[in-house]
């Protein structure tokens, strides 16, 4: 069966400081892999999805960047850090043809 | 562009019957989800419908209706553990992969 993780689990950093989330995916090859972000108030917003290795598409300009170095590995970075980037960091993956997204179980980021 | 409504809280009480509606105005469409979660938890999947009418399972109904962008959750027989947070979800053409866009969800409190 597929399993996806993700760590750290909760993370507090100073503003201006790296950021560097990773999530790997077991059971399943060339997955579709997305972050998304939780807000306070706010819906799930979707910010990096990959359909393959080195494969990136950004649906929002902002302070973080992802990578996908390998099949089953998604990377969400930032070089310094924005009291506004504090959230609850989602990673999913979808298999392509299937209609559900399964995720992780979320890293809150909190910056100050 | 693409927006999802659905009410932001709800209270019932257990054994009770409540109903979660979401209207969405996308540029397509290729498939609504109910996703459940719990606070500080990642979002679980609950049902999907592409086609117009009700889809069940167990407790928890979905229904459809293309043509007027509307669905609804409806939970039957309530427990203490619905308490949750219900995030209605469209898939639109055009998003990368199976890229979901959510509403910004609906915490459902559920007293005795």
């Known amino acids: 069966s597929q399993t996806i993780h993700q760590w750290p689990a909760t993370l507090v950093q100073p503003v201006g400081s790296p950021l560097s989330l990773e999530c790997t995916v077991e059971g399943t090859s060339n997955p579709n892999l997305y972050w998304y972000r939780q807000a306070a108030g706010r819906g799930l917003q979707l910010l990096f999805y990959?359909?393959?290795?080195?494969?990136i598409s950004s649906e929002v300009p902002q302070n973080l960047s992802a990578s996908r170095p390998q099949d089953r590995q998604f990377i969400l970075s930032s070089k310094k850090l924005l009291l506004s980037d504090s959230g609850f960091y989602l990673c999913a993956w979808g298999d392509g043809t299937n209609e559900k997204l399964f995720f992780g179980s979320g890293t809150q980021l909190s910056v100050l | 562009g693409q927006n999802i409504d659905q009410p932001t809280e709800m209270t019932a009480t257990e054994g009770a019957i409540v109903q979660i509606n979401c209207t969405y105005q996308?540029?397509?469409?290729?498939?609504l989800f109910w996703y459940q979660q719990h606070a500080g938890e990642a979002p679980t999947f609950l049902s999907y419908?592409?086609?117009?009418g009700l889809e069940e399972k167990g407790r928890f109904s979905s229904f459809l209706s293309r043509s007027k962008g509307y669905s609804y959750l409806l939970l039957k027989e309530l427990q203490m553990k619905d308490s949750a947070s219900y995030l209605c979800?469209?898939?639109?053409?055009?998003?990368?992969?199976?890229?979901?866009?959510f509403g910004k969800g609906t915490t459902l409190s559920v007293s005795s």
């Open positions: 996308t540029s397509g469409f290729n498939g």
């Open positions: 990959s359909v393959g290795i080195g494969q």
């Open positions: 419908n592409v086609l117009d």
């Open positions: 979800a469209v898939r639109a053409p055009g998003q990368a992969g199976t890229a979901l866009i």
